[in-house]
């Protein structure tokens, strides 16, 4: 929360309970998202007394600023109170974020509010809670400018002008034929910089960028990055437009996939929550499948050392010195190389046809890093007296290289696999990798080690 945000905590909750219609004019200058918080951090009914007092379109865009979890809990609390404000600040969300709302209630609460709302409204909501999750279709808002691309520039200002209310954004307007076909896109500079008879279709640009309703949240992230987009159109397959996406939604669902990477990177399931909103119970099932996939994959490090134990190597003793140096390395090589593999992939800069270039790429960092984390092994093995011979120095620093090597073709070659296989790359968590890279590199240090010394 703003400092200035907190300090005004206090004097919301008594206006709240001794003058609640001071409150609008003790919060008109604030935010929207300063409001949200100020709502998030009064108790339930506080927070539910607020938003019926605002202003319906205030009320709509505090509510919009909500963390998901808290939203549609305040939300059902005001619909079961107040039904008939909670249905006149749907009205007044745009669609897309309403459409989210509605489709995260309860089943008879929905229906109930579904029954309230205008037919149209209805219609609408209806049509965009079909679209599968995080899609296109489930992202796009109904309420953008389409006009005729036979419009003048001067009728096609006033449309705007009298629609400009009821829309997400009027900087852009989509040029449509009589079925709604999605012609081209004119700004709303070009429309007032034309000559007032000068029709859309003179001064629209008809390369037009759009996406399918069923294309993926990603796929239009990296669409509206790459053409510094204000706003994408999403079609049919008839390329009749359906509807726009927004920056500020996709800058969501940037958010939503750096985190969800993130979490996958250390083995965690994503939540669908913020962190502090997050039952303990959640944060339990979130961790708890890949904490048992990690203990499994460590217990062959187990396996390795209990192998080598049994063998003849009079050296054992000493070699077992170093071995959490040995581990460490190789896991720290496996994760730094899938981190940068997985990112890679995630921001459109590696394709599979570059796969080979990847492995060869990382087999000559992997030959150099090796190098010089070998020599600081070498110094490591100097130091002390009873390591200090040139068959240990040798294993220590062949180990070393090959290890290293080793963990960077792992760390890119299994997200590349799983890329191949249809599969998120970021299932790749660098500490499974890491697990992984460990296994190699004991084998590696104790066959190594058998051909060196006595």
Same mark, same amino acid.
């Given at each position: 929360?703003?400092?200035?945000?907190?300090?005004?905590?206090?004097?919301?909750?008594?206006? $709240?309970?001794?003058?609640?219609?001071?409150?609008?004019?003790?919060?008109?200058?604030?935010?929207?998202?300063?409001?949200?918080?100020?709502?998030? %951090?009064?108790?339930?009914?506080?927070?539910?007394?607020?938003? %019926?007092?605002?202003?319906?379109?205030?009320?709509?865009?505090?509510?919009?600023?909500?963390?998901?979890?808290?939203?549609?809990?305040?939300?059902?609390?005001?619909?079961?109170?107040?039904?008939?404000?909670?249905?006149?600040?749907?009205?007044?969300?745009?669609?897309?974020?309403?459409?989210?709302?509605?489709?995260?209630?309860?089943?008879?609460?929905?229906?109930?509010?579904?029954?309230?709302?205008?037919?149209?409204?209805?219609?609408?909501?209806?049509?965009?809670?079909?679209?599968?999750?995080?899609? %296109?279709?489930?992202?796009?808002?109904?309420?953008?400018?389409?006009?005729?691309?036979?419009?003048?520039?001067?009728?096609?200002?006033?449309?705007?002008?009298?629609?400009? =209310?009821?829309?997400?954004?009027?900087?852009?307007?989509?040029?449509?034929?009589?079925?709604?076909?999605?012609?081209?896109?004119?700004?709303?500079?070009?429309?007032?910089?034309?000559?007032?008879?000068?029709?859309?279709?003179?001064?629209?640009?008809?390369?037009?960028?759009?996406? &399918? +309703?069923?294309?993926?949240?990603?796929?239009?992230?990296? $669409?509206?990055? /790459?053409?510094?987009?204000?706003?994408? &159109?999403?079609?049919?397959?008839?390329?009749?437009?359906?509807?726009?996406?927004?920056?500020?939604?996709?800058?969501?669902?940037?958010?939503? =996939?750096?985190?969800?990477?993130?979490?996958? $990177?250390?083995?965690?399931?994503?939540?669908?929550?913020?962190?502090?909103?997050?039952?303990?119970?959640?944060?339990?099932?979130?961790?708890?499948?890949?904490?048992?996939?990690?203990?499994?994959?460590?217990?062959?490090? /187990?396996?390795?050392?209990?192998?080598?134990?049994?063998?003849?190597?009079?050296?054992?003793?000493?070699?077992?010195?170093?071995? &959490?140096?040995?581990?460490?390395?190789?896991?720290?090589?496996?994760?730094?190389?899938?981190?940068?593999?997985?990112?890679?992939?995630?921001?459109?800069?590696?394709?599979?046809?570059?796969?080979?270039?990847?492995?060869?790429? =990382?087999?000559?960092?992997?030959?150099?890093?090796?190098?010089?984390?070998? $020599?600081?092994?070498?110094?490591?093995?100097?130091?002390?007296?009873?390591?200090?011979?040139?068959?240990?120095?040798?294993?220590?620093?062949?180990?070393?290289?090959?290890?290293?090597?080793?963990?960077?073709?792992?760390?890119?070659?299994? &997200?590349?696999?799983?890329?191949?296989?249809?599969?998120?790359?970021?299932? +790749?968590?660098?500490?499974?990798?890491?697990?992984?890279?460990?296994?190699?590199?004991?084998?590696?240090?104790? =066959?190594? +080690?058998?051909?060196?010394?006595?």
């Amino acid at each position: 929360m703003e400092t200035t945000t907190r300090l005004l905590l206090p004097e919301v909750k008594d206006a $709240l309970h001794s003058d609640p219609e001071s409150l609008v004019e003790l919060t008109e200058e604030l935010h929207p998202a300063d409001l949200a918080d100020l709502v998030e %951090a009064l108790d339930p009914d506080d927070a539910r007394q607020m938003l %019926a007092i605002l202003p319906v379109e205030v009320a709509a865009d505090v509510l919009e600023h909500c963390e998901d979890a808290q939203q549609v809990e305040l939300f059902a609390q005001l619909a079961d109170a107040r039904l008939g404000t909670a249905v006149a600040i749907v009205d007044a969300m745009v669609s897309d974020d309403r459409a989210d709302l509605i489709a995260e209630l309860a089943d008879d609460l929905r229906s109930k509010l579904l029954a309230n709302v205008d037919d149209e409204e209805s219609r609408d909501i209806r049509q965009l809670m079909a679209y599968p999750e995080d899609s %296109a279709g489930s992202l796009m808002t109904t309420d953008y400018v389409a006009l005729p691309a036979s419009t003048a520039a001067s009728d096609a200002i006033d449309m705007v002008r009298q629609d400009a =209310e009821e829309m997400e954004t009027i900087y852009q307007a989509y040029a449509v034929d009589i079925n709604g076909t999605l012609l081209g896109v004119v700004s709303l500079r070009d429309l007032v910089t034309s000559p007032a008879d000068k029709s859309i279709d003179a001064v629209m640009n008809p390369n037009v960028v759009s996406v &399918p +309703a069923e294309a993926d949240q990603e796929e239009v992230a990296r $669409l509206i990055a /790459k053409y510094d987009l204000l706003a994408l &159109p999403v079609v049919d397959r008839n390329h009749r437009i359906l509807g726009i996406i927004t920056v500020d939604d996709v800058i969501d669902v940037l958010q939503e =996939e750096a985190t969800e990477d993130i979490h996958s $990177l250390g083995a965690v399931d994503p939540l669908e929550d913020r962190y502090i909103d997050t039952p303990m119970w959640d944060l339990v099932k979130a961790r708890a499948p890949w904490l048992i996939v990690l203990f499994v994959a460590v217990y062959g490090t /187990k396996e390795v050392l209990a192998h080598y134990s049994e063998s003849n190597i009079e050296s054992l003793a000493m070699l077992m010195w170093f071995v &959490p140096l040995v581990i460490s390395v190789g896991g720290n090589s496996g994760s730094q190389s899938a981190t940068l593999i997985i990112r890679a992939f995630a921001v459109g800069g590696l394709e599979m046809n570059h796969a080979g270039r990847v492995l060869m790429r =990382e087999l000559v960092v992997g030959l150099k890093l090796g190098v010089i984390v070998g $020599l600081a092994g070498v110094g490591a093995v100097l130091l002390d007296a009873e390591t200090r011979n040139l068959a240990m120095v040798l294993t220590m620093s062949l180990s070393v290289v090959a290890i290293v090597t080793v963990g960077g073709l792992l760390g890119s070659g299994v &997200p590349m696999i799983l890329r191949r296989l249809g599969i998120d790359p970021a299932v +790749a968590s660098t500490p499974f990798i890491a697990s992984m890279v460990d296994v190699a590199g004991l084998v590696i240090y104790f =066959e190594i +080690a058998k051909a060196l010394l006595p």
